[in-house]
């Protein structure tokens, strides 16, 4: 109540999905009970971007990179590393998918790699949507570009 509006500077390439996706959900509640202005600097790329759509009128600068709409996961392989500087890592696990992210000394299991695949489409997905969403186009309008 203390402050009639917020401006949110944003200048970020992005970052993880899910935190994107709780900043722009929050940013959206807080739209609900006063205006929210984004401003993009640099850079409003991917999760950047993800949180500017949020806010019912976004400036930017005149070069200002701005977008990218698009998910990317995956994760390293460290094994050759690992015998270069004699470290060993043991993982004790329980469940089928428990060292998905902890076992960086192998490459991904075919199931492995189709629950990344799964999780980046799901992401993308909801991603895509809330950028049409909030730019008042079809989905079909916002793959055009």
Avoid: C, H
Avoid at 8 to 24: E, K, N, T, V
Avoid at 48 to 60: L, N
Avoid at 116 to 145: H, P, T
């Amino acid at each position: 109540e203390k402050y009639k509006a917020v401006i949110l500077r944003i200048d970020s390439p992005g970052g993880d999905a899910l935190a994107s996706d709780l900043m722009w959900r929050e940013i959206r509640l807080l739209a609900e009970s006063k205006p929210v202005v984004a401003s993009m600097s640099d850079v409003a790329a991917s999760g950047g971007y993800y949180m500017a759509m949020a806010a019912p009128v976004i400036v930017a600068e005149k070069l200002t990179l701005t977008g990218s709409i698009g998910v990317i996961t995956g994760k390293f392989i460290l094994q050759k590393l690992y015998e270069r500087i004699d470290f060993n890592k043991e993982i004790l696990s329980r469940g089928r998918y428990a060292e998905l992210n902890a076992a960086d000394q192998r490459p991904l299991r075919p199931d492995e790699a189709e629950l990344f695949e799964k999780s980046a489409q799901n992401a993308y997905a909801s991603f895509r949507d809330k950028a049409a969403m909030s730019r008042s186009m079809s989905v079909r309008i916002v793959l055009r570009y």
